[in-house]
């Protein structure tokens, strides 16, 4: 068997991510995944390269969606011979799309790659009821004028009525929202511990800004510069005066200031061989080292947004690593509730027998290591474009500070996906162990 080789991450780049219906508006999933990959191409000088595929796709898409990764590659300055694959797994599809990869990657398949995610609810496809689209699939059958008259025959008023987006889960007729406030409940997760969680996720946010952080990370697009939804002025009395947002009894403890908000955005990220990454000059900013995902039976009551807390357990394992083995975590922000659910999980004797079969919790990590230049509930949360944000950011932390950063994304339809970022050093000094 072919030794297996070190995937690097090289850096990425994502446009400024904007609330739903606000300066993106106008702009389509192509659009945006299109300046977030020219975006990478200028930074990394990427201009007629050849890129061995580029990988990604968007959670709300249209029909005309349908090849979206390679429309975005003939959008771009990239070499025309670089294959687009579009892939979705809810928001966690471009850390999929970078794990895959990453195994081709490893196992000398190619050796060079782009893990790319872009969405809006800003272009949610508006469909009829399916009554209606049948007519209209029928008409482009008819030969004649009058035959496609005929088709609209005992037209009733009410199939032109159009059926609205909805982000309900298909299975439980719940959002995402409600099954993490049903989280929230089991867990016993306080509203002000929540407040408290998304209030630092925004300070820590404005401060990666105005430190600078975010000047290599982040592309102008349509005119933006800086995530609309970013809150430098957020204060937790104000958060307090917020109503419930999905629960509207005094049970309720989830709000708009607690959880992401609609979003509209992109994000890319470069992956490739060492060797590829020393053909082309550039440094390595970090290696994914492992990688794992995972589902629950969440319509049994296992928490929609649960299952990353298994599939880190599993990785762990594979890795031989300890939950506290690790310098930085980068936590997605679906709701503060569902991060400190997964955190309170991992601290449960008997969520961790039941569920991970361990006879010991994976116990607590130090805070102070979460989520250090903010996330989701700060900077926005589109769907399929978050895997690749937090890479990049992770990876740029690791070649700054060293060490090694763990990754947990919760999917709506009860998925988790995860992996581990190590620092070139922290690499090197495992490899000679």
Known sequence: ????????????????????????ADLSNLDMMSAALNGLVDKFNLKGVHIDEVVGGAVVTHSRDFNLAREAVLSTKL????????????CGTSLQAAMGSAAKIATGQID???AVGSDTTSD??????????????????????????????GLSPTELAPQPPTVAEPRTGLSMGQHAELMAQEWKISRADQDQLAFDSHKKAAAAYR???????????????????????????????????FEKSERGTLTAANSTPLTDGAAAVLLASEE??????LPVLAYMTFSQHWANDFVAGEGLLMAPATAVSKMLDRAGLKLQDFDF????????????????AWEDPQFCKTHLGKDQPLG??????????????????????????????????????????????????????????????????????
């Open 79 to 90: 070499a025309t011979s670089t294959p687009g694959i579009t892939l979705m797994q809810a």
């Open 1 to 24: 068997m072919t030794e297996l080789r070190r995937v690097a991450i090289l850096g990425g780049t994502r446009i400024p991510f904007c609330r739903s219906n606000t300066l993106y």
């Open 211 to 245: 430190e600078g952080w975010m000047d290599d990370l982040v592309v102008p697009c349509a005119g933006v510069y800086r995530d609309n939804n970013l809150r430098e002025d957020i204060t937790l009395e104000k958060m307090a005066t917020l109503k419930n947002a």
């Open 124 to 153: 949610a496809p508006i469909v009829f009821s399916k009554k209606f689209s049948k007519r209209l699939v029928n008409v482009g059958l008819q030969k004649t004028p009058l035959d496609k008259l005929k088709v609209f025959k």
């Open 364 to 433: 607590s990590i130090d805070r102070a290591k979460l989520n250090v230049k903010g996330s989701s509930i700060a900077v926005g949360h589109p769907f399929a474009a978050t895997g690749a944000r937090i890479i990049a950011n992770l990876a740029k932390l690791l070649s700054v500070y060293g060490g090694r950063g763990l990754i947990s994304v919760c999917t709506a339809g009860g998925m988790g996906v995860a992996a581990i970022l190590e620092s070139a050093k922290a690499a090197e000094m495992k490899k000679a162990a």
């Open 329 to 344: 975590y980068e936590i997605h922000e679906a709701f503060a509730a569902q991060v400190l659910a997964t955190l309170k």
């Open 112 to 114: 060079s790659a782009i």
């Open 276 to 281: 590829w990454a020393t053909k082309h000059g």
